[in-house]
């Protein structure tokens, strides 16, 4: 407390004003009129798409080991 008297009164407002106000409120909230936002995680599409591209796996592997295999015969 020694140290404030040595402050100017008008910059301890400011500083106690800049403090005051760097304090977030406790609930947020949006501004009316805005757009929700985008929604994330999985979906049934995601699922097809993983499994479409797991089939594709296994139907390439399928024709490597046929050809590999007639090339050998």
């Given at each position: ?17 800049t403090?005051?106000?760097?304090v977030p409120?406790?609930a947020?909230?949006a ?33 490597l ?9």
């Open positions: 407390m020694k140290n404030l008297k040595r402050v100017p009164q008008s910059v301890r407002r400011a500083v106690a004003v403090a005051a106000a760097a409120s406790a947020p909230s501004p009316s009129g805005t757009p929700e936002l985008a929604e994330t995680g999985s979906s049934a599409t995601t699922a097809a798409l993983g499994a479409g591209a797991a089939g594709l796996i296994v139907v390439g592997a399928g024709a080991y046929v050809v590999r295999r007639r090339a050998n015969a």
